[in-house]
């Protein structure tokens, strides 16, 4: 039994349609990586079903072909329900690009599915999928400071797209930068060892250095303290500062041995600042500023 009403017309008869389990790859998966499709899953007794139906086609319609509807009768079709882990109806699903991307259960206000179906249409117009909205919002929370914002726009992404690369890097970076190091290591280890992404590749190389840093920083400033020009105490102390996260300071003790002497011990300060770099961030102040620092020594 369809919910599609005299309402939708004709013009409508290719944005909302009923599928089945057998037709369900086509006419959702195959079609959203085209167009965004909301598939509603109802059932013909539920009275919240009836209530919320009318509500997606007229947004749906008003989208006028930015979005599809497709509407599936889990009583008849319950396979991709048991699969989406649907416990309760109706529950509702944005596809993008082939897999969900958001989505809410239960009937709501006319205002609140005008607003998911326009939020689903403008990121059609645009050409960004909602995982890039999620993704740009995680991002600037994290340029912010808002380390829980970020952590739930990453995990969102994440729950859509288990292999995500960029949300693995940010919401590892959102470990790394709140002092949790074994979860960030965790989540790094869910992107596959080819994966490259520059938050990842940063997040890898921090906690590289945590791993094969000192952590007694006394000794060497002891060391350097009666003589500035040990450079392997020097070397040793930024290592223990990166181990730290202590980027900038750790790339200031290895620009301090680059200038002193810059082919010392196989020019291992400088092959060790570039580490600094990619942990700290290529874009970041200290990459640039190290950078500056660095071109003004090897070509005074």
């Not at 919240?48 to 749906?60: D, H, I, S, T, W």
């Not at 009768?73 to 991307?101: E, M, T, W």
Request: hydrophobic content about 45%.
């Amino acid at each position: 039994m369809s919910l599609i009403g005299e309402t939708a017309g004709p013009a409508s008869a290719d944005l909302i349609k009923d599928t089945t389990d057998a037709s369900f790859i086509d006419d959702v998966v195959e079609a959203s990586k085209t167009q965004p499709v909301i598939v509603d899953f109802w059932a013909p007794w539920c009275g919240p079903c009836r209530q919320l139906g009318p509500a997606l086609e007229k947004a749906v319609t008003a989208a006028k072909g930015k979005v599809k509807l497709v509407k599936v009768d889990i009583d008849k079709n319950p396979a991709y329900a048991g699969q989406l882990r649907v416990q309760s109806i109706p529950a509702v699903f944005a596809f993008v690009d082939g897999r969900p991307v958001d989505g809410f259960m239960g009937a709501l206000p006319d205002s609140k599915v005008r607003d998911f179906v326009d939020k689903l249409a403008k990121s059609a117009k645009s050409g960004a999928s909602p995982i890039d909205d999620l993704l740009g919002m995680a991002k600037e929370s994290l340029e912010v400071g808002d380390m829980g914002g970020a952590a739930q726009a990453f995990a969102q992404v994440l729950q859509s797209d288990p292999a995500n690369v960029k949300a693995i890097g940010g919401l590892a970076k959102v470990y790394l930068a709140t002092g949790d190091d074994e979860r960030a290591g965790e989540v790094v280890a869910m992107a596959p060892a080819e994966a490259r992404d520059p938050d990842l590749d940063s997040v890898r190389a921090a906690l590289k250095l945590a791993a094969e840093a000192p952590s007694d920083l006394a000794q060497f400033e002891a060391r350097l303290t009666k003589n500035p020009d040990d450079h392997q105490a020097r070397f040793d102390l930024a290592a223990a500062l990166a181990g730290q996260h202590k980027l900038a300071e750790a790339a200031d003790q290895l620009l301090t041995i680059i200038e002193k002497d810059r082919a010392w011990n196989d020019e291992a300060a400088r092959k060790q600042l570039l580490t600094v770099f990619e942990a700290a961030g290529q874009m970041s102040e200290v990459a640039r500023n190290g950078r500056r620092r660095l071109s003004a020594i090897l070509f005074s």
